[in-house]
């Protein structure tokens, strides 16, 4: 309840240029005014409608429950999943038209593409700063993602399918229906709740419009409901189940480890305890053993995945681009920024209170119905437990993990739904030591506020969400691979920023781990940053005795120091400068090109042909400018060459001729 009403984010401020902490509390803060108005507008209307129509949500509550217990629980469970699946390809067809929204799921394509190919990794470019994107990396066995491997696996399955766009559609499905399967078995006393429950879940906005998507949640959120399923029908049966447990566990932590270890541990625990009580210890041992059995394959798999691509066996490669600040623990995160109990807790404020909302977009969050459950009812019914632990316990372990936001509960999602249906049913029924015409006023209450706030989200949550998701023209302009002048494959130089070509240098050529170029690039001037990016690349690349390098400020620490200023330019870009200090003429150039604006490579690069995965589409490369991009030229002989770019102020971009760009932009001035 705390979390869903008390601006616990404001106990902290956020450090200087932190752009993503700041947007997480300005969208808390947006979000608890909703709540708190909203909340109150339909706390009100309920208790009128229950004063003018009091008996009309026990009508529909019994209609709806006859209704949703009618079909056989296996026919029930595949319309659940084909409602779920058909309602997430609307949103990967038509609200993101085919393409991917985070950098997360463009980085996890290319990798499953190359896997997909029958190889853990890319072929290492050349010039490999002209393809690395966010969360890709050189490895020794080539281009990769820092992703576990069973979703790139599954992005790799569908690749080879022909049908990647539909992995996250295919994934809910089969999550949606497996909770419905499982539900009913956990909540026995409950089941139309828990009918319901399948049901919202697999209409949920927050999971839809994830599952438009290809992020790894869905991989591991599938995985979570066959372990979950699997591990009831190893209660009520033979252990044999607990090998799918085993396999499902190990698919979820090989896609996301701390939820997997997490809800993988939990989800069986939870459902055997009961029966090692009634049974001995050696129908859990059985169980137990069996799981481990189950699992073992996939243990070996990720340490041998591990060992390949990132040197050892346990090492993640998170760790491996990021870090060790990548990992679970107070201390500072892979940008510099502070996280400690304070952070834990105010970032956890933010996420919960915008999970209570996002879960079926309704303005009364559905953690402060879960929270009304635990403070007011009169009893749980039974199994209620095991989604207490399945809805809890990845908030306690995300607690202790520097990265929020509220897909990280996306796991979750179905017993927080479950919660929030049971808190509805017991809130209906009223205590039963209440006077007869107060019970039944409360209980119509509770009632009407459910159906209100399902119809607000209906009618104003769920489009408001669609049309805040949709792309701009702008936008869409920038992310979608534009139409070639000529038949034919083509390399396309796609003009980005400066600071993205430094970065970009420092990492492909330089050998800088991703967390290092990220506090350079903000404690130092852009113009120092790019000449000892040169002088690097010199050292590391060509073995030139290039002298010492340039003094530069690599403290891994929040801010920039003293003295060096952020500034916008006319084209959008942002660079660092030190005070007055005057440019040289080849900083001057590199902002020169930049003058008209700059396009973003990744939502481009996945799109098309990729170095060793060719087959007759464009291929999109980093513009580096002249001198460099003829060596990549140089390697693609038969491929025409043209720049990606807006050429004008104000303008959007457009393919031009390769040799007319490279006059416009790079030419002296």
Same mark, same amino acid.
């Given at each position: 309840?705390a979390?869903?009403?008390l601006?616990?984010y404001?106990?902290?401020?956020?450090?200087?240029?932190?752009?993503?902490?700041?947007?997480?509390?300005?969208m808390?803060? =947006?979000?608890?005014?909703?709540?708190?108005w909203?909340?109150?507008t339909?706390?009100l209307?309920?208790?009128?409608?229950?004063?003018?129509?009091p008996?009309v949500?026990?009508?529909?509550?019994?209609?709806?429950?006859?209704?949703?217990?009618?079909? &056989?629980?296996p026919?029930?469970?595949t319309?659940?999943?084909?409602?779920?699946?058909g309602?997430?390809?609307?949103?990967?067809?038509?609200?993101?038209?085919?393409l991917?929204?985070?950098g997360?799921?463009?980085?996890?394509i290319?990798?499953?593409?190359y896997?997909?190919r029958?190889?853990?990794?890319?072929?290492?470019?050349?010039?490999?700063?002209?393809?690395?994107i966010?969360?890709?990396?050189?490895?020794?066995?080539?281009?990769?993602?820092?992703?576990?491997?069973?979703?790139?696996?599954?992005?790799?399955?569908?690749?080879?399918?022909?049908?990647?766009?539909l =992995?996250? @559609? !295919?994934?809910?499905?089969?999550?949606?229906? *497996?909770?419905?399967?499982?539900?009913p078995?956990?909540?026995?006393?409950c089941?139309?709740a828990?009918?319901?429950?399948?049901?919202? #879940?697999? !209409?949920?906005?927050?999971?839809?419009? *994830?599952?438009?998507?290809?992020?790894s949640?869905?991989?591991?959120g599938?995985?979570?409901?066959?372990a979950?399923?699997?591990?009831?029908?190893?209660?009520?049966?033979?252990?044999?189940?607990?090998?799918a447990?085993?396999?499902?566990?190990?698919?979820?932590?090989?896609?996301?480890p701390?939820?997997?270890?997490?809800?993988?541990?939990a989800?069986p625990?939870?459902l055997?305890w009961?029966?090692?009580?009634?049974?001995?210890?050696?129908w859990?041992?059985?169980?137990?053993? #069996?799981?481990?059995?189950? /699992?073992?394959?996939?243990?070996?798999?990720l340490?041998?995945?591990?060992e390949?691509?990132?040197?050892?066996?346990?090492?993640?490669?998170? *760790?491996?681009a990021?870090?060790?600040?990548?990992?679970?623990?107070?201390?500072p995160?892979?940008?510099?920024?502070a996280?400690g109990?304070?952070?834990?807790?105010?970032?956890?404020?933010?996420?919960?209170i915008?999970?209570?909302?996002?879960l079926?977009e309704?303005?009364?969050? !559905?953690?402060a119905?879960?929270?009304? =459950?635990?403070?007011?009812?009169?009893?749980?019914?039974?199994?209620a437990?095991?989604?207490?632990?399945?809805?809890?316990?990845?908030?306690v372990?995300?607690?202790?993990?520097?990265?929020?936001?509220p897909?990280?509960?996306?796991?979750?999602?179905?017993?927080?739904?479950?919660?929030?249906?049971?808190?509805v049913?017991?809130?209906?029924?009223a205590p039963?030591?209440? @006077?007869?015409?107060?019970?039944?006023?409360? /209980?119509?209450?509770? /009632?009407?506020?459910?159906?209100?706030?399902?119809?607000?989200?209906?009618?104003?949550?769920?489009?408001?969400?669609w049309?805040?998701?949709?792309?701009t023209?702008e936008?869409?302009?920038?992310?979608?691979?534009?139409d070639?002048?000529d038949?034919?494959?083509?390399?396309?130089?796609?003009?980005?920023?400066?600071?993205e &070509?430094?970065?970009?240098?420092?990492?492909?050529?330089?050998?800088?781990?991703?967390?290092?170029?990220t506090?350079?690039?903000?404690?130092?001037a852009?113009?120092?940053?790019?000449?000892?990016a040169?002088?690097?690349e010199?050292?590391?690349?060509?073995?030139?005795?290039?002298?010492?390098l340039?003094g530069?400020?690599?403290?891994?620490?929040a801010?920039?120091?003293?003295?060096?200023?952020?500034?916008?330019l006319?084209?959008?870009?942002?660079?660092?400068?030190?005070g007055?200090?005057?440019?040289?003429?080849d900083c001057?150039?590199?902002?020169?090109?930049?003058?008209?604006?700059?396009?973003?490579?990744?939502?481009?690069?996945?799109?098309?042909?990729l170095?060793?995965d060719?087959?007759?589409r464009?291929?999109?490369?980093?513009? =580096?400018?002249?001198?460099?991009?003829?060596?990549?030229?140089?390697?693609?002989?038969?491929r025409?060459?043209?720049?990606?770019?807006?050429?004008?102020?104000?303008?959007?971009?457009r393919?031009v001729?390769?040799?007319?760009?490279?006059?416009?932009?790079?030419?002296?001035?």
């Open positions: 309840m979390f869903a009403f601006p616990i404001r106990l902290i401020r956020v450090e200087e240029d932190a752009p993503v902490r700041e947007a997480s509390l300005a808390a803060e =947006l979000t608890m005014q909703l709540t708190w909203g909340t109150l339909v706390v209307i309920a208790v009128l409608l229950a004063r003018l129509l008996d949500p026990e009508r529909i509550g019994r209609r709806l429950g006859a209704w949703l217990e009618r079909p &056989r629980l026919m029930f469970a319309g659940t999943g084909l409602v779920a699946l309602s997430a390809v609307v949103v990967w067809h038509l609200l993101y038209q085919g991917y929204t985070s997360d799921e463009m980085a996890s290319i990798h499953g593409r896997m997909a029958g190889g853990l990794a890319g072929p290492i470019p050349t010039l490999p700063e002209g393809w690395l966010p969360n890709t990396l050189m490895v020794d066995q080539g281009w990769v993602s820092h992703y576990p491997p069973s979703h790139i696996a599954a992005m790799a399955a569908f690749t080879l399918l022909g049908v990647p766009g =992995l996250g @559609p !295919v994934m809910i499905g089969v999550t949606a229906a *497996l909770v419905a399967l499982t539900l078995r956990i909540l026995p006393t089941p139309g828990a009918r319901a429950a399948a049901l919202l #879940t697999a !209409v949920s906005p927050l999971l839809l419009f *994830l599952a438009g998507g290809a992020l949640h869905l991989t591991a599938a995985a979570i409901a066959v979950a399923y699997a591990a009831v029908r190893a209660r009520d049966g033979s252990a044999r189940w607990a090998l447990v085993g396999a499902a566990i190990g698919v979820a932590v090989s896609a996301r701390l939820t997997g270890l997490l809800l993988g541990s989800l625990l939870a055997w009961p029966g090692v009580r009634a049974r001995g210890l050696g859990g041992l059985r169980r137990a053993a #069996t799981t481990v059995a189950g /699992g073992m394959p996939f243990a070996v798999a340490g041998w995945y591990h390949r691509l990132f040197g050892a066996p346990t090492r993640w490669g998170y *760790l491996a990021f870090g060790d600040n990548h990992g679970l623990g107070f201390h995160d892979p940008w510099g920024y996280y109990p304070v952070e834990a807790l105010v970032f956890t404020s933010t996420d919960l915008a999970l209570g909302v996002q079926l309704t303005p009364l969050p !559905v953690t119905a879960v929270g009304c =459950l635990l403070l007011v009812g009169s009893r749980l019914p039974r199994g437990g095991v989604l207490l632990a399945w809805a809890f316990l990845p908030i372990g995300n607690a202790l993990y520097w990265f929020h936001a897909r990280m509960y996306f796991e979750a999602a179905p017993a927080w739904i479950a919660l929030g249906v049971l808190a049913v017991e809130g209906a029924r039963s030591e209440a @006077p007869a015409p107060w019970r039944r006023a409360a /209980g119509s209450a509770v /009632g009407w506020a459910a159906i209100v706030a399902l119809g607000w989200a209906v009618v104003g949550g769920i489009p408001s969400r049309s805040n998701a949709a792309w023209e936008t869409l302009d920038r992310v979608t691979g534009p070639m002048p038949p034919g494959p083509a390399l396309v130089f796609v003009h980005g920023f400066w600071t &070509r430094v970065s970009a240098t420092l990492q492909g050529a330089g050998g800088m781990r991703q967390d290092s170029v506090a350079a690039m903000r404690r130092n852009t113009c120092e940053l790019h000449a000892y040169r002088l690097r010199a050292r590391v690349r060509h073995g030139r005795d290039v002298g010492p340039p530069l400020d690599f403290a891994f620490s801010g920039a120091p003293r003295g060096i200023e952020r500034r916008t006319p084209g959008g870009g942002t660079i660092r400068v030190r007055d200090v005057t440019l040289g003429p001057l150039r590199e902002l020169h090109a930049d003058r008209f604006g700059a396009v973003a490579l990744a939502p481009l690069v996945w799109q098309g042909d170095p060793g060719e087959d007759g464009s291929m999109f490369v980093r513009d =580096l400018g002249p001198e460099k991009n003829e060596q990549i030229r140089a390697a693609f002989p038969e025409r060459s043209y720049v990606y770019g807006p050429f004008a102020e104000g303008s959007p971009p393919v001729p390769y040799d007319e760009a490279m006059e416009i932009l790079w030419a002296p001035r």
